[in-house]
C-alpha cells in the first residue's frame, strides 16, 4: 500500500526532471520528449482526472519552457502540444484497457472466493473443547483452490479429521477434491472405525476413477492424514496415506513429529495391490496443538535448496509469540507458520498449502 501510493508520485517526478534537464541544458535541447512521457507513466498509477491533470501540467510546462527559451513557435511549439495533447489521449485509452482488466480480475477473483467456500468451506472453530483453525495459501492468487484439502467433522464416534492432497493440478483436482470431501463427509458418520473409514474412501476414489475415463491409478491418488480424537480428547489416533506426519506441539511448545509405524501408499491405489492399514495412537494432552499441512510447506525450499523443517521451525516461532505476549491460539500459530514458510522461500509461494490447527485447552490451575 505504501509503495503504491509512493509510485502515484511517479509522474509527477518525470515532470520534474523534465524542467530539470531543459534549464540545464542548452536553449536548443528541448525536454518535450520526457513531458510527453509523464501522461503515460500516469496512465497504470492514476484516474482519470489525474492524467488529464497530468497532461495539462506537462503542456504548461512545455510552454513556459520554451517562451523562457525563446523556441516556442509552430515546429518545436505548438507542434509538441498537439502531441502532449495526443499523448495524453493514449494514456486515457491504456487507462480504461487496465480498469476493465482489472475489474474482470476482481471478478474472476470473487468467483473463484465462492467456489472456494462452496468446495472447501472453512470448519467450525470449535467443537465441543476441540478448538480449530484452517488456512488455505495457493500457489496462485488467481486460482484460490487447488489439489488441497481439509476437513472437520463431528461424528458418532468423535471428531474426525481429514487433510489431503490430490494428486494434479486444475478442475480435475478439483473434481477429486470433491469427490474426497464428499466421501469423507458420508463415511465419517458411518464407519465404525478408521480402517473402515479408509476402506470408504478408497471405493469411493475408484469410483471416481472410473466416471472419469478410467484414468492411471498413478494419476488419480490422493495422500492424506485421517485423524479421529477420543471422546475426552486425551488421545488422537491417526492413519497416514503417504502424507506429510503432523507436529504435535505441547504446553510448553516442545514439538513431536507424529510418524507413522508402518508406511501405507496414497488413497486410490487399491488397485495396485492390498495393503494393511496401520492406525497409530499417540496422546493429546491438555494445552496440546496438533498442526496438520499439505506438501506446499514441507517441500518449500530456501535459495540454496534446504527444505523448511516445520518441526524445528515451529517451536521456536511459538516460545517468540509467548515471550512477547500472550500464547499463541491455533489461528494465530497458522499465521506464524504461513509467515515463516513465506520467509524461508523469499516470498516464492511453490506449491498450495493447506493447514489445519485443533487445539485442547490446557487444564484449569488446581484451587
Request: glycine share 10%; aromatic share 4%.
Given at each position: 500500500?505504501?509503495?503504491?501510493?509512493?509510485a502515484k508520485w511517479i509522474p509527477l517526478g518525470v515532470i520534474v526532471l523534465g524542467v530539470v534537464l531543459d534549464l540545464a541544458t542548452p536553449?536548443?535541447?528541448?525536454?518535450?520528449?520526457?513531458?510527453?512521457a509523464a501522461p503515460v507513466a500516469a496512465a497504470p498509477l492514476l484516474?482519470?482526472?489525474?492524467?488529464?491533470?497530468?497532461?495539462?501540467?506537462?503542456?504548461?510546462?512545455?510552454?513556459?519552457?520554451a517562451w523562457y527559451d525563446g523556441t516556442f513557435g509552430w515546429q518545436r511549439g505548438v507542434a509538441n502540444q498537439l502531441t502532449l495533447v495526443a499523448v495524453t489521449v493514449l494514456a486515457v485509452l491504456i487507462n480504461r484497457s487496465l480498469e476493465g482488466r482489472d475489474a474482470r480480475t476482481r471478478r474472476a477473483r470473487h468467483?473463484?472466493?465462492?467456489a472456494q467456500s462452496a468446495v472447501l468451506p472453512r470448519p467450525p472453530s470449535r467443537l465441543g473443547e476441540l478448538r480449530i483453525a484452517a488456512r488455505y495459501v495457493p500457489a496462485e492468487d488467481e486460482a484460490m483452490i487447488g489439489g488441497d484439502l481439509y476437513v472437520v467433522q463431528d461424528t458418532p464416534h468423535g471428531v474426525r479429521v481429514m487433510v489431503g492432497d490430490v494428486r494434479g493440478k486444475g478442475l480435475g483436482a478439483v473434481s477429486a477434491v470433491c469427490a474426497d470431501l464428499g466421501a469423507f463427509r458420508y463415511a465419517a458418520d458411518e464407519a465404525e472405525d478408521l480402517p473402515g473409514l479408509v476402506a470408504a474412501l478408497e471405493r469411493a476414489?475408484?469410483?471416481e476413477g472410473d466416471r472419469r475415463g478410467g484414468q492411471d491409478q498413478d494419476e488419480g491418488f490422493t495422500t492424506a492424514l485421517i485423524a479421529e480424537f477420543a471422546d475426552d480428547l486425551g488421545t488422537v489416533r491417526v492413519v497416514n496415506r503417504g502424507h506429510p506426519p503432523p507436529v504435535l506441539l505441547d504446553v510448553q511448545g516442545r514439538a513431536t513429529v507424529l510418524e507413522p509405524?508402518?508406511?501405507?501408499?496414497?488413497?486410490?491405489?487399491?488397485g495396485l495391490g492390498t495393503w494393511s492399514c496401520p492406525v497409530d495412537t499417540f496422546p493429546f494432552p491438555p494445552g496440546a496443538t496438533l498442526i496438520?499441512?499439505?506438501?506446499?510447506?514441507t517441500e518449500a525450499r530456501d535459495e540454496s535448496?534446504?527444505?523448511?523443517?516445520?518441526s524445528v521451525r515451529l517451536p521456536l516461532l511459538v516460545q517468540h509469540r509467548a515471550l512477547v505476549g500472550c500464547p499463541a491460539s491455533p489461528a494465530q500459530i497458522l499465521h506464524l507458520l504461513i509467515e515463516d514458510v513465506g520467509h524461508h522461500t523469499g516470498g516464492r509461494i511453490q506449491d498450495d498449502q493447506a493447514l489445519l490447527a485443533l487445539h485442547r485447552p490446557p487444564a484449569p490451575p488446581l484451587a
Open positions: 500500500m505504501v509503495r503504491q501510493r509512493r536553449a536548443g535541447v528541448t525536454s518535450a520528449p520526457l513531458l510527453m484516474g482519470l482526472r489525474g492524467i488529464i491533470a497530468i497532461g495539462a501540467l506537462a503542456m504548461a510546462v512545455h510552454a513556459v519552457l468467483i473463484a472466493a465462492v476414489l475408484l469410483r509405524s508402518e508406511e501405507a501408499p496414497p488413497l486410490g491405489m487399491s496438520c499441512y499439505t506438501d506446499g510447506v535448496g534446504v527444505f523448511y523443517d516445520a
